[in-house]
């Protein structure tokens, strides 16, 4: 009896996020921005802190403050680092952490991107366009459409 309730709670809970899922779809409240509309704020954001930035080819802004000499992190890998974000568009922080550990794939494409563009040892500033963060839906702090900026140095990689 406890099992069948169980089972009934999980799949009420399901349905419920599939609902939301399909609402958000259907009255098309979650519009991505084109790294082009996005592009100006993440130049002018650069440009007034300082940055002198290179753009890959996915739009992610980018200065590599130190190459670092260790391992270069590969997309299975497991990262140790010291990391600030800010919204681009107050300079508010939004976030900051020391020495914590993650799984490179699990984080946001623009990490997966920007970090492994440095090897161990290695620090970089990332200005990236919302797409590549928390997208039309943002998180917490971080408004949807939202392009942000990281200061990120990686400590350790690990493979799996």
């Known amino acids: 009896m406890r099992k069948l309730f169980g089972l009934a709670i999980v799949a009420a809970v399901a349905a419920l996020i599939v609902a939301s ?7 098309g409240s979650c519009t991505p921005q084109p790294v ?3 592009m100006p704020t993440m130049q002018k954001y650069a440009a007034d802190s300082s940055i002198t930035a290179t753009q890959d080819a ?4 980018y200065q590599i403050i130190d190459p670092g000499t260790g391992a270069q992190p590969a997309a299975t890998d497991s990262i140790t680092i010291n ?9 508010q922080l939004f976030d900051a952490n020391n020495n914590v550990t ?3 794939s699990e984080l946001i494409e623009g990490w997966q991107i920007g970090i492994p563009k440095i090897k161990v040892g290695g620090k970089i500033k990332l200005i990236m366009q919302s797409s590549l963060a928390y997208g ?24 799996k």
Do not use: D, H, W
Not at 83 to 91: E, F, H, I, K, N
């Open 21 to 27: 899922c399909m609402k958000n779809n259907a009255t």
């Open 36 to 38: 082009a509309a996005e």
């Open 58 to 61: 996915t739009g992610i802004l």
């Open 83 to 91: 990391y600030v974000g800010r919204l681009v568009s107050t300079g």
């Open 102 to 104: 993650f799984k490179l």
């Open 136 to 159: 039309c839906t943002g998180a917490g702090p971080i408004a949807p459409n939202q392009p942000l900026y990281f200061y990120i140095e990686l400590l350790g990689t690990k493979s």
